[in-house]
């Protein structure tokens, strides 16, 4: 079953979310608190996806998005925001989030990005084996990352994003085709997700990030697998 968790305090907004999934053919986990969404992860191990709302009494959608990250680096993680502040967008990224939506949002939206979500997380590989390319190795069948021997430990998205650049290495490829390649071509978002996943990306597989070897930026097109 298709399950995903809905965080959010407010009852109307979580109602309409739970009501639009349910009809796209999800089993929908309800939680008003993060300390709530935190329990019923517990007991619903099999989660795919977590809509987490930013802003909460107690614990905020931050928080909560890094305890599961935590934990759980495959669950896909989307964060709702009200505000359409960039600093918003980018902390939710960089603690742990594949995706966020800016309320308010249309259902057929929030069901894409949703979708786009559950299809990585299921796991059905075409490419059942290895891609080796020094210091890493990318396992394709556990979708696994190691470098030198050590598993670093990715998001759905960042996988996805490795093995993009592994299976093209020394092609620049531009924000748009990171885009329709790891997020999907329904893909309602904007560039600046591909930006951040790198940047969050770079932290756990570059020697020293803030001078990238690996995945290197072709200046006003994009970024190339360095090799």
């Known amino acids: 079953m298709k399950k995903v968790l809905v965080l959010e305090d407010e009852s109307s907004i979580r109602s309409f979310i739970v009501i639009n999934l349910r009809r796209a053919g999800y ?3 309800e939680a008003e608190t993060g300390e709530e969404a935190l329990e019923k992860l517990d007991h619903h191990r099999d989660t795919r996806v977590a809509l987490l709302d930013v802003m909460l009494p107690g614990i905020d959608g931050f928080e909560v998005c890094r305890r599961i990250r935590a934990t759980n680096p495959h669950i896909g993680i989307i964060m709702l925001t009200a505000r359409a502040q960039e600093m918003d967008k980018v902390t939710g ?8 939506v800016t309320k308010p949002f249309s259902p057929a939206e929030l069901t894409a990005r949703v979708d786009a979500l559950m299809r990585r997380s299921g796991g059905n590989e075409a490419n059942d084996g290895e891609i080796r390319q020094e ?4 396992n394709t069948r556990n979708r696994t990352l190691e470098k030198n021997g050590q598993r670093v430990k990715l998001t759905q998205v960042e996988y996805a994003i490795m093995k993009m650049f592994m299976e093209n290495p020394g092609k620049a490829l531009s924000r748009e085709e990171i885009l329709d390649m ?3 071509r329904d893909y309602f978002g904007e560039l600046k ?7 969050r990306l770079r ?7 803030t001078n990238p070897t690996y995945i290197t930026t072709v200046w006003g097109y994009g970024y190339k697998w360095g090799f």
Request: negative net charge; proline residues 6%; without cysteine.
């Open 182 to 184: 790891v997020w999907g």
């Open 203 to 209: 932290l756990k597989i570059e020697d020293n990030p």
């Open 135 to 138: 210091p890493f190795l990318l």
């Open 27 to 29: 089993e929908v986990v």
């Open 93 to 100: 990224l960089m603690t742990g989030a594949d995706d966020y």
């Open 193 to 199: 997700i591909v930006d951040v996943n790198i940047r």
